[in-house]
């Protein structure tokens, strides 16, 4: 009998020992992501501080920080699409500050309002210092005719608007451009698939399990004559 059921029962461990890891890696993914969350959220919660040009991507990302700069009515639109305040354009704004200029993330910006002038004003900004990694292969280049991008690339915006590499998403200004609606940052958006994953896998290991002990019902029952 033990012979009969061999390949099937080996079939079915092998299959399940796979999906079970698979799982277990999943959860492990699933704590170490919820760490990085919490990390964030802890540098979100702090007060802000006022912004210098000596910070890093490593050291000060989702830092909070204060600054004073003048918009220069350059801006950058780039094409988003499920954000808390629906479709449009995340506006990226050349803003003077008193050390230089930088790259700010005001917003979203209506489709329909695409080509209302921007607010050149003073303006008091509170945001977080952020390094999107927005770009990958797939990311097509930026239509410059048109001035739609399709990913902030803070590379290639500060070079195009001549500014430091560095940007902030705004959380609060004072005066608001009122084109624009804010897209502070948050962790809602941060992709966390994990626990899905790893109840999909175990789900696939009793699945498998089950079509194990039903082919192995099936090769040991007795044929007809």
């Known amino acids: 009998m033990l012979r009969k059921i061999l390949f099937p029962l080996i079939l079915g461990l092998s299959g399940c020992s796979v999906l079970i890891s698979l799982g277990v890696w999943q959860v492990e993914r699933l704590a170490w992501k919820e760490d990085i969350l919490a990390g964030i959220n802890a540098r979100l919660s702090t007060d802000p501080v006022p912004l210098t040009f000596d910070v890093n991507e490593v050291d000060h990302e989702y830092t909070r920080v204060t600054l004073t700069g003048m918009p220069a009515g ?98 609060s200004g004072t005066p608001l451009d009122p084109r624009i609606t804010p897209l502070p940052v948050n962790t809602t958006n941060i992709k966390n698939d994990h626990f899905e994953y790893a109840v999909t896998w175990f789900l696939l290991a009793v699945v498998w399990a089950i ?4 082919l192995i019902g099936r090769t040991l029952r007795p044929k007809d004559t």
Do not use: C
Request: charged share 15%; net charge negative.
């Open 211 to 214: 079509m194990t002990l039903f």
């Open 74 to 171: 350059e801006e950058l639109h780039v094409l988003v699409s499920g954000t808390q305040a629906g479709t449009g354009y995340r506006t990226i704004s050349k803003v003077f500050t008193a050390t230089g200029p930088i790259l700010v993330d005001l917003g979203l910006l209506a489709i329909d309002a695409k080509d209302a002038p921007p607010l050149v004003a003073p303006m008091d900004i509170t945001g977080t210092l952020l390094w999107p990694d927005d770009v990958n292969d797939n990311t097509p280049p930026p239509d410059l005719a048109e001035n739609i991008w399709f990913a902030r690339d803070i590379p290639a915006m500060s070079a195009a608007l001549d500014t430091a590499p560095l940007m902030v998403v705004l959380t």
